[in-house]
């Protein structure tokens, strides 16, 4: 049970304008028309750049969940700010104060204190614009990420300026900016729908679920109480029949030596996620044998190399 905290409002018009602007210029579409390439365009630049939140964003530089390359880190960073959503640092430096707090004082985004639309976009722009440079030490010690995280916006206006090059307008309104909202709507509703709508198979001190929907359009991470369970397991879906498919990809990426160490989910949470699922099939209550807050179990995996 937790008690609701609203977080106190003072929201800055410098980052909410470009956010509403980039969502009208979608309407441009209705002067360019629409092109069978540009829709190509962005379904696929919202799964590229989807894999890049998720398993760059989230799985690799918030909770370190497996190790690459110096190289392959900074393309990983790269891309996922081609979404438009801040620097990796800041991202990730936001995500892992909100695992800290997870739906409590605190809390950056949580719709149980703060309801949808804060916890889905509104805590973006309520003092949330700088880089908590101490949450993230271990990857602010290389100077190409704090590079690209001061000029975080240069990565998406490349990748603009590509698209409207080879595709023209429909390319831009709807290969570019149109994939980009989506991406960023696909990505907040982990901050806000799966804190609120699925199942809970663990006992998490927040209110994490665990939702099928969502983890197709997010590519795996509406596993979302398995995630809060544990969060340095580079798999989300902790069973064979939960798709994750940004797992699928960085085990193939595995395969071929870009990554490597990911790390699993351990065998004493599977059986309790078991255990716990066969209990709700019977109907009969499980048996915690202690009370644990999760919140930072797991949290962040061993120093990145």
């Not at 080879?166 to 804190?195: D, K, Y």
């Not at 990426?253 to 078991?274: A, F, H, M, N, T």
Request: proline share 4%; with cysteine.
């Amino acid at each position: 049970m937790h008690t609701s905290t609203r977080t106190p409002r003072n929201y800055s018009l410098t980052g909410m304008i470009p956010f509403i602007l980039v969502h009208v210029a979608v309407l441009g579409a209705f002067w360019s028309g629409v092109t069978t390439a540009a829709i190509v365009c962005g379904v696929a630049l919202y799964f590229v750049r989807m894999f890049a939140v998720t398993g760059g964003y989230h799985r690799y530089f918030s909770h370190r969940t497996y190790k690459t390359s110096r190289v392959f880190q900074f393309i990983l960073a790269f891309l996922a700010q081609s979404t438009a959503q801040k620097g990796a640092l800041w991202w990730a430096a936001h995500h892992r104060a909100h695992h800290r707090f997870s739906d409590k004082a605190g809390d950056l985004h949580s719709p149980v204190n703060d309801g949808f639309w804060y916890s889905h976009f509104g805590w973006l722009f309520n003092g949330t614009g700088e880089t908590d440079y101490t949450m993230i030490p271990d990857f602010a010690r290389f100077p190409e990420l704090r590079f690209l995280n001061k000029y975080y916006l240069l990565p998406p206006t490349i990748l603009g300026v590509a698209v409207f090059l080879a595709l023209g307008w429909p390319g831009l309104f709807i290969g570019f900016f149109a994939s980009t909202v989506a991406t960023w709507h696909g990505t907040f509703t982990i901050n806000s729908l799966s804190h609120v709508f699925g199942k809970r198979r663990f006992a998490t001190t927040d209110d994490s679920r665990n939702n099928w929907f969502l983890a197709i359009i997010t590519m795996g991470e509406g596993w979302h109480n398995n995630h809060h369970r544990f969060a340095a397991s580079t798999r989300q879906g902790f069973y064979w029949y939960e798709y994750d498919f940004t797992f699928y990809i960085l085990k193939a990426l595995s395969w071929l030596g870009i990554v490597w160490d990911l790390r699993p989910v351990p065998r004493k949470i599977l059986e309790e996620g078991r255990a716990r699922d066969r209990s709700r099939r019977l109907g009969v209550p499980y048996e915690d044998t202690k009370a644990k807050d999760f919140a930072t179990d797991g949290l962040v995996a061993t120093p990145a190399e």
